[in-house]
């Protein structure tokens, strides 16, 4: 609290008697820093010596009268100096006072005379030590004060809802910190608004009317219940709030607080909880339609589930003696190929065997190139026997009983070997190319794969015309392996792709060709044995790619 709403009169001297401050309630008498005696006289404690800080200081515990003069007429002034903190300064305070003629005349006869007795804000005489003990006081009232005020301000300021104080003409005169951070406007510009800028002009006209009811019969409330209230910012945007008001009187007048709430948050959670609300109820809708119609498609699909029932126990007899006799014809097949492969394996041992005769004989230069082609046809003889052992086995292929004996070799070397070996059996003009990229080591079944080129190139000569190209072409990376046979021969149609890979199975278009049916399916079995995969392209009378891919 200032000390100016408690003293009537004050001013602080420093120790060259120059006023450094004074009481807003003091009249314009006393600019500051100008010296004390160009302002005042002292007429009680009278002197005749020279003024100093000093000598006031040592007329302590005394009521000084001053005389002072301020548009052509003197005023007298009742109080005590008080001195400061290690007597660096000194304040005056007291009244004003009006003599009366017998104390003017005492004034002028009595130097040193104390004048009645000190009461305050009166116009009698202080008395020294009851102007001490109440200054004291009013330093503890004002002490006291200012906690308080620092306690209301913490609350006021630091408060989580803006809050805007009015008076009784709807004028703003405090507003914390929210309300400003709230509304957008300088802490400047908030004092001496009308609370009417605050609220949205369609809102504006029934406010006054409101306002002038709650004037008329204040209380604590909130505001608008029932309604949506909106409030207005300094860029004109709006917003939604809630408000509550409480009200106070002082001598100044009425006062309207109100407390007021931005609740856009909870307007956007409300309406997107009324906006999930409604997408539920649609849902909801949906799904009953969608239990409905699946409950109809229950009762239709048991419907026919109970004539299917009854179709299959019909057909059971006729499906129980389709597969035996499916069963008997793969038992004809079976036997079948045992049957030939026996009948097969006796001539082809007698020409292994007339070729290693053939050996024997070493008449003329040209032994070299028959040695050659006996080599060659032992080593034909050699792979034809190996593969009609393989359909020998084709059934214990099926079983499982064949397995996989992987092991590290040259894949480039093998399959260039394989493509020497098949040159005895090319037709006319055709010519196989081989190509390699890559590493040359690999970790597969080294039979398996063998067999597996050898049925495909073969395939590959057969199928094409004479002066054909059969591109072999292998591939090593880091993570696979590939391998494709191409010709240009009479290609596979896309209905005989479905069954390529099936027993027996022969291309329309390759009735005319000799051949068994078998070797497709056998080399796809070899390839997943070494978990290998076969992708076949073809085009009629255009040729066909075989790719095998191995992952490492």
């Not at 003017?104 to 305050?120: F, M, S, V």
Request: proline share 3%.
């Amino acid at each position: 609290m200032e000390i100016e709403r408690i003293h009537l009169i004050y001013f602080v001297l420093d120790r060259s008697l120059k006023i450094i401050e004074k009481g807003k309630s003091m009249p314009e008498i006393m600019p500051d820093g100008i010296d004390f005696k160009d302002c005042f006289e002292i007429i009680l404690p009278r002197h005749k010596r020279d003024l100093s800080f000093e000598k006031i200081l040592s007329f302590r515990n005394r009521i000084f009268v001053l005389s002072a003069k301020t548009e052509g007429r003197r005023i007298f002034f009742r109080g005590e100096f008080i001195s400061g903190e290690n007597d660096s300064q000194l304040m005056y305070h007291g009244i004003v006072w009006q003599p009366t003629p017998g104390q003017l005349k005492e004034l002028g006869d009595h130097e040193y005379q104390i004048i009645g007795k000190a009461e305050p804000f009166s116009q009698s005489v202080f008395h020294p030590d009851q102007m001490k003990v109440r200054f004291d006081r009013l330093n503890f009232i004002d002490a006291s004060l200012l906690r308080e005020k620092q306690r209301f301000e913490a609350l006021f300021q630091y408060s989580s809802m803006a809050i805007i104080v009015s008076n009784e003409k709807g004028e703003v005169v405090l507003a914390n910190k929210m309300a400003i951070q709230t509304f957008g406007y300088a802490q400047s510009d908030i004092p001496g608004m009308k609370v009417e800028d605050l609220i949205p002009s369609r809102f504006r006209e029934k406010h006054l009317s409101h306002r002038e009811r709650f004037h008329a019969q204040p209380s604590s409330r909130n505001m608008g219940q029932g309604f949506d209230l909106y409030a207005r910012k300094s860029d004109g945007s709006e917003f939604p709030v809630e408000i509550s008001l409480g009200h106070y009187k002082t001598i100044e007048g009425h006062f309207v607080i109100a407390y007021i709430i931005d609740i856009t948050k909870r307007r956007e959670i409300e309406m997107a909880i009324m906006k999930q609300q409604e997408e539920m109820a649609k849902a909801n809708d949906e799904i009953e339609k969608l239990n409905e119609e699946l409950e109809a498609k229950v009762e239709q699909r048991t419907r026919q589930l109970q004539e299917t029932l009854e179709i299959l126990e019909k057909s059971r007899d006729e499906l129980e003696k389709a597969l035996s006799k499916e069963k008997e014809l793969s038992d004809l097949k079976t036997r079948f190929v045992s049957m030939a492969s026996h009948e097969f394996r006796t001539p082809l041992s007698t020409i292994l065997s007339s070729a290693s005769l053939v050996a024997k004989y070493t008449l003329s230069e040209e032994q070299n190139k028959r040695d050659k082609h006996i080599q060659r046809i032992r080593s034909a003889v050699s792979n034809l026997t190996d593969i009609l052992n393989e359909f020998l086995s084709i059934g214990r292929l099926e079983e499982g009983k064949i397995q996989a004996n992987f092991a590290d070799f040259n894949l480039k070397e093998q399959v260039h070997l394989v493509c020497n070996e098949m040159q005895t059996i090319i037709r006319l003009g055709q010519k196989i190319r081989f190509r390699h990229h890559g590493n040359q080591m690999v970790h597969l079944d080294l039979s398996l794969l063998r067999n597996v080129i050898i049925n495909l190139v073969s395939n590959a000569i057969k199928f094409s015309p004479e002066n054909g190209l059969i591109d072999v072409e292998t591939q090593v990376s880091p993570k696979q392996i590939l391998i494709s046979i191409s010709d240009n021969g009479i290609g596979i149609s896309d209905d005989d792709k479905k069954h390529l890979f099936e027993r027996f199975f022969r291309g329309k278009n390759a009735t005319n060709i000799q051949g068994t049916g078998l070797g497709l399916h056998i080399v796809s079995k070899y390839i997943e044995l070494m978990n290998g995969h076969m992708i076949v392209e073809s085009e009629l009378e255009k040729g066909t790619t075989f790719t095998i891919k191995f992952d490492i």
